[in-house]
């Protein structure tokens, strides 16, 4: 086999711990078949467990790893309250199941608060099994066995099991029920909270193939996609005869990519025996494509639009209370500014890619999806398939950052597997297709005003936001909580919005929504900071006022004003923060800002140092990162690694020239060099990270410290030059 995934040993695997597993963690466990038959698996206490022979332990990581590090940190919840020590373990990659395992995604920071509880239950109910076993076999109570490492002890008579030789006696017991299995005094946790390595850290650094991208089942065929230039477009006429004729290829298959009505198409796919094959007979087909009037849609028109919406009264609420207007009018101070962000790509280095075979009736899929379940329902409603005519077998994945959310790679792949049954087809972009064919981050303006009372106490606050939508709600991605800070705290607040017309699929990007209204409302509050005499952490804590859990609003996290309160001085004091620098006075050229934000559960507040040269070039010198997501940081080194990344993307969507155009309906940013990404001689040379903890269950971190860093950035260069910056990407004068 080349290189590639070896199939047959995943499928194995897979097998292995699905072994005499019916039902999922949320019931009762099920046990595996007896081992000691040979050729049988060794035995798996539950979906996640298999013990085996030599007392190693495999568990399975349930979830897609897209390098937020799930698929070392699920396991250590199921492994501490195994009680095994963290060198028996083995961890595999499960196949896509969720009747099995529960909720199998990557996005929204929520794999640790919703797997919090259940891993270590599953952990804690096969060490209960594991004892049970011991103390049947023993003729004692269960409550004189202890455990430790993999092994059962008993004091009192000196005796020593094995995990692996009470598997066997374990499997005929019945599991106890998940949610009244004791768990561990957290004071006993040997793994929660202890640095551990990425367990493919050592296959990346080899090389060995992990990735969507490395799949090779035996007798695969590729595929590249023509697709149409405009969003919304359809096929109107297709000429093939020449990349028919063309060497290696073996079929060319017009299809629909999931934006059309179904029964349209709008993208050609060749099939050729090697990838190349197929990217070169690609520039063989004569196409032509209906357009319709997406050609009109561009940039500058949305910012004429934009401009005008916000000359006007906004015809959507998203938040009113009290009367703003009315107390903006009679604030003894006010300030107003308006903020935009353009849209933008997710550029994830491992373009988008999907391996599936079609064969009776049935799709088997290698794909590196952050969203699996929500594959299998496109594509079943694409080739009106049942659910369990799918196979998804989760790959790692080379970048996330919600784009591979959408999954419009499985439903193309599905179309061009099933038109070569019994053939296994890899779709792959180029780089090119990628970044014109994403679901963007979607652009948005606002005209915001606050109101100061005589003690420079904020009053009122009034925003008109502008994005996208229909019929007065805005699309996917383009959505503004009413809940963003700090309308909870205020009794006068209006958020307006105006929706605006796109032929643009948008998606969500790392720390959706919150990556743009970080930057907006932390540089605005600078602003109103500055008018009341403050510095930023100055006002927010004032604005807080008492100690108190906010009301919980929809979906939007409940907010504690107690918990707020100690991430922002705790981040002053990590940072040495001694006010705000003379603006515009700073011969140097350096400033300091901070930001402050909370997202996806977690609470954060940033500081950045920066040098602005004389031509305006912005170099960032230290970040300092304070942040809650609880009482537990399961991982602290993984911890550390997701705040790092998290800063370093915010900087790259604020001050590297981060922007998506569309000039008649196309995008024209093609690669890295129209849309770069932070390189190592752009990032911080340091990057401080501390974590304060608060009693909470643990929430996740691969979002909420992203949103602040952008206003940080803002404010420091505000601070080094007395420019605000109100739109980004960040160009000085």
Same mark, same amino acid.
């Given at each position: 086999?080349?290189?590639?995934?070896?199939?047959?040993?995943?499928?194995?695997?897979?097998?292995?711990?699905?072994? *005499?597993?019916?039902?999922?963690?949320?019931?009762?466990?099920?046990?595996?078949?007896?081992?000691?038959?040979?050729?049988?698996?060794?035995?798996?206490?539950?979906?996640?467990?298999?013990?085996?022979?030599?007392?190693?332990?495999?568990?399975?990581?349930?979830?897609?790893?897209?390098?937020?590090?799930?698929?070392?940190?699920?396991?250590?919840?199921?492994?501490?309250?195994?009680?095994?020590?963290?060198?028996?373990?083995?961890?595999?990659?499960?196949?896509?199941?969720?009747?099995?395992?529960?909720?199998?995604?990557?996005? *929204?920071?929520?794999?640790?608060?919703?797997?919090?509880?259940?891993?270590?239950?599953?952990?804690? #109910?096969?060490?209960?099994?594991?004892?049970?076993?011991?103390?049947?076999?023993?003729?004692?109570?269960?409550?004189?066995?202890?455990?430790?490492?993999?092994?059962?002890?008993?004091?009192?008579?000196?005796?020593?099991?094995?995990?692996?030789?009470? #598997?066997?006696?374990?499997?005929?017991?019945?599991?106890?029920?998940?949610?009244?299995?004791?768990?561990?005094?957290?004071?006993?946790?040997?793994?929660?909270?202890?640095?551990?390595? *990425?367990?493919?850290?050592?296959?990346?650094?080899?090389?060995?193939?992990?990735?969507?991208?490395?799949?090779?089942?035996? /007798?695969?065929?590729?595929?590249?996609?023509?697709?149409?230039?405009?969003?919304?477009?359809?096929?109107?006429?297709?000429?093939?005869?020449?990349?028919?004729?063309?060497?290696?290829?073996?079929?060319?298959?017009?299809?629909?990519?999931?934006?059309?009505?179904?029964?349209?198409?709008?993208?050609?796919?060749?099939?050729?025996?090697?990838?190349?094959?197929?990217?070169?007979?690609?520039?063989?087909?004569?196409?032509?494509?209906?357009?319709?009037?997406?050609?009109?849609?561009?940039?500058?028109?949305?910012?004429?639009?934009?401009?005008?919406?916000?000359?006007?009264?906004?015809?959507?609420?998203?938040?009113?209370?009290?009367?703003?207007?009315?107390?903006?009018?009679?604030?003894?101070?006010?300030?107003?500014?308006?903020?935009?962000?353009?849209?933008?790509?997710?550029?994830?280095?491992?373009?988008?890619?999907?391996?599936?075979?079609?064969?009776?009736?049935?799709?088997?899929?290698?794909?590196?999806?952050?969203?699996?379940?929500?594959?299998?329902?496109?594509?079943?409603?694409?080739?009106?398939?049942?659910?369990?005519?799918?196979?998804?077998?989760?790959?790692?994945?080379?970048?996330?950052?919600?784009?591979?959310?959408?999954?419009?790679?499985?439903?193309?792949?599905?179309?061009?597997?099933?038109?070569?049954?019994?053939?296994?087809?890899?779709?792959?972009?180029?780089?090119?297709?990628?970044?014109?064919?994403?679901?963007?981050?979607?652009?948005?303006?606002?005209?915001?005003?606050?109101?100061?009372?005589?003690?420079?106490?904020?009053?009122?606050?009034?925003?008109?936001?502008?994005?996208? /939508?229909?019929?007065?709600?805005?699309?996917?991605?383009?959505?503004?909580?009413?809940?963003?800070?700090?309308?909870?705290?205020?009794?006068?607040?209006?958020?307006?919005?105006?929706?605006?017309?796109?032929?643009?699929?948008?998606?969500?990007?790392?720390?959706?929504?919150?990556?743009?209204?970080?930057?907006?409302?932390?540089?605005?509050?600078?602003?109103?900071?500055?008018?009341?005499?403050?510095?930023?952490?100055?006002?927010?804590?004032?604005?807080?006022?008492?100690?108190?859990?906010?009301?919980?609003?929809?979906?939007?996290?409940?907010?504690?004003?107690?918990?707020?309160?100690?991430?922002?001085?705790?981040?002053?004091?990590?940072?040495?923060?001694?006010?705000?620098?003379?603006?515009?006075?700073?011969?140097?050229?350096? /400033?300091?800002?901070?930001?402050?934000?909370?997202?996806?559960?977690?609470?954060?507040?940033?500081?950045?140092?920066?040098?602005?040269?004389?031509?305006?070039?912005?170099?960032?010198?230290?970040?300092?990162?304070?942040?809650?997501?609880?009482?537990?940081?399961?991982?602290?080194?993984?911890?550390?690694?997701?705040?790092?990344?998290?800063?370093?993307?915010?900087?790259?969507?604020?001050?590297?020239?981060?922007?998506?155009?569309?000039?008649?309906?196309?995008?024209?940013?093609?690669?890295?060099?129209?849309?770069?990404?932070?390189?190592?001689?752009?990032?911080?040379?340091?990057?401080?990270?501390?974590?304060?903890?608060?009693?909470?269950?643990?929430?996740?971190?691969?979002?909420?410290?992203?949103?602040?860093?952008?206003?940080?950035?803002?404010?420091?260069?505000?601070?080094?030059?007395?420019?605000?910056?109100?739109?980004?990407?960040?160009?000085?004068?």
């Amino acid at each position: 086999m080349m290189a590639g995934l070896d199939v047959s040993r995943r499928s194995f695997l897979s097998a292995s711990l699905l072994a *005499g597993a019916v039902l999922g963690f949320q019931a009762r466990l099920a046990l595996a078949a007896t081992p000691g038959t040979e050729g049988a698996p060794p035995p798996a206490l539950n979906a996640f467990i298999r013990i085996n022979p030599d007392n190693t332990v495999v568990i399975g990581a349930k979830n897609p790893e897209i390098g937020q590090g799930i698929k070392t940190m699920l396991p250590m919840l199921i492994a501490e309250e195994l009680d095994v020590a963290w060198e028996q373990v083995k961890i595999e990659q499960t196949d896509f199941d969720d009747a099995l395992y529960g909720p199998q995604g990557a996005g *929204g920071s929520r794999a640790t608060p919703v797997n919090w509880e259940p891993m270590r239950q599953a952990g804690a #109910a096969a060490r209960a099994m594991l004892v049970m076993a011991a103390a049947g076999q023993w003729k004692v109570a269960p409550e004189t066995l202890t455990t430790a490492q993999g092994m059962v002890h008993h004091a009192a008579s000196r005796r020593i099991a094995s995990y692996a030789s009470l #598997a066997a006696a374990a499997a005929a017991l019945t599991p106890p029920e998940l949610a009244g299995v004791p768990l561990k005094d957290p004071a006993k946790y040997t793994i929660i909270g202890t640095p551990r390595k *990425g367990v493919d850290t050592p296959a990346i650094l080899a090389g060995k193939p992990l990735f969507g991208i490395d799949a090779s089942p035996p /007798g695969m065929v590729y595929a590249a996609l023509e697709a149409c230039p405009v969003f919304g477009g359809t096929l109107a006429s297709l000429d093939d005869g020449a990349a028919r004729a063309a060497s290696g290829v073996i079929a060319v298959v017009p299809i629909n990519t999931g934006l059309v009505a179904k029964g349209k198409h709008d993208a050609v796919a060749i099939v050729a025996d090697s990838w190349w094959s197929a990217q070169q007979a690609r520039a063989l087909l004569a196409v032509e494509w209906d357009n319709g009037a997406n050609a009109a849609f561009s940039t500058a028109g949305y910012a004429r639009e934009a401009e005008t919406a916000l000359g006007g009264e906004a015809p959507s609420d998203i938040l009113r209370k009290g009367d703003a207007k009315a107390a903006l009018a009679r604030a003894a101070k006010t300030v107003s500014a308006r903020y935009s962000y353009p849209f933008l790509a997710h550029g994830t280095l491992e373009p988008q890619n999907c391996t599936a075979l079609y064969e009776e009736g049935k799709l088997t899929f290698w794909a590196p999806s952050q969203s699996p379940g929500s594959g299998r329902r496109q594509v079943c409603e694409m080739l009106d398939l049942p659910p369990e005519a799918l196979t998804i077998h989760m790959t790692r994945i080379g970048g996330g950052f919600g784009r591979r959310l959408m999954n419009d790679y499985m439903v193309q792949v599905a179309q061009i597997a099933k038109a070569l049954p019994g053939r296994p087809v890899k779709l792959l972009y180029t780089r090119e297709d990628d970044m014109r064919h994403d679901w963007y981050r979607p652009a948005g303006w606002h005209a915001l005003s606050a109101g100061l009372d005589e003690e420079g106490r904020l009053v009122a606050l009034q925003d008109h936001f502008v994005t996208f /939508g229909a019929e007065g709600k805005p699309l996917r991605a383009a959505e503004m909580e009413e809940t963003e800070f700090p309308a909870q705290l205020l009794d006068d607040v209006h958020f307006g919005a105006s929706y605006l017309a796109t032929n643009l699929p948008t998606g969500w990007l790392r720390a959706p929504t919150s990556n743009a209204m970080g930057f907006v409302f932390q540089s605005f509050l600078d602003e109103v900071a500055e008018a009341a005499g403050l510095d930023l952490p100055s006002l927010v804590l004032r604005t807080l006022g008492e100690d108190r859990m906010l009301e919980k609003v929809g979906r939007a996290p409940q907010f504690n004003t107690a918990r707020a309160r100690k991430v922002i001085e705790e981040a002053v004091r990590f940072a040495g923060w001694k006010g705000t620098r003379p603006k515009g006075q700073s011969d140097s050229g350096k /400033g300091r800002g901070f930001g402050f934000y909370f997202s996806h559960a977690g609470y954060f507040a940033e500081v950045v140092d920066v040098t602005v040269s004389p031509e305006g070039t912005i170099t960032v010198d230290k970040v300092w990162v304070t942040g809650d997501v609880g009482a537990h940081v399961i991982n602290p080194l993984n911890a550390e690694n997701q705040v790092q990344g998290s800063v370093i993307e915010g900087l790259g969507q604020a001050m590297i020239g981060q922007e998506i155009e569309q000039v008649e309906g196309r995008i024209t940013q093609a690669n890295f060099d129209s849309f770069p990404l932070m390189r190592i001689d752009g990032a911080p040379a340091q990057i401080a990270v501390n974590f304060v903890t608060s009693d909470y269950p643990p929430t996740g971190l691969g979002e909420p410290a992203l949103p602040p860093v952008v206003p940080a950035l803002a404010n420091a260069v505000y601070a080094a030059t007395g420019q605000r910056v109100r739109s980004l990407p960040m160009k000085l004068a």
